[in-house]
């Protein structure tokens, strides 16, 4: 299984981004995916998951801003980031558990099976 994230940049507090994650080497017909954050000094947190009946859970931080969506044509995973904040400023990754099902939510557990290398978001004043 390969995740490859991209979409990250630098961008002011206010703007937007679309990250990407591309995925190859699997095809499950029930599983979990989303995006996760780590800024530094901080612990790694879920910001959006997707569990592959459609099913989404978003931090509260990022509720009403963030949206994940899969494109199944492409195998992609999607998250397109409005009105970020300093706060949002972090390493964004992309991880999919195909085990997962149940505890698919923000909140769950966080020890996936599979990860992305990362891309770096950082909102500037």
């Known amino acids: 299984v390969k995740l490859v994230e991209s979409g990250g940049g630098s961008v002011q507090a206010g703007g937007s981004l679309r990250l990407s994650c591309q995925a190859s080497?699997?095809?499950?017909?029930?599983?979990?995916m989303g995006w996760f954050r780590q800024a530094p000094g901080k612990k790694r947190e879920g910001v959006a998951i997707r569990r592959s009946d459609g099913r989404v859970t978003y931090a509260d931080s990022v509720k009403g801003r963030f949206t994940i969506s899969q494109d199944n044509a492409k195998n992609t995973l999607l998250l397109e980031m409005n009105s970020l904040k300093l706060e949002d400023t972090a390493m964004y990754y992309c991880?999919?558990?195909?085990?997962?099902?149940?505890?698919?939510?923000?909140?769950?557990?966080?020890?996936?099976?599979?990860w992305g290398q990362g891309t770096q978001v950082t909102v500037s004043s």
């Open positions: 991880a999919t558990d195909p085990g997962t099902w149940t505890l698919c939510y923000v909140g769950g557990p966080t020890d996936f099976a599979y």
């Open positions: 080497g699997y095809t499950y017909s029930s599983n979990c």
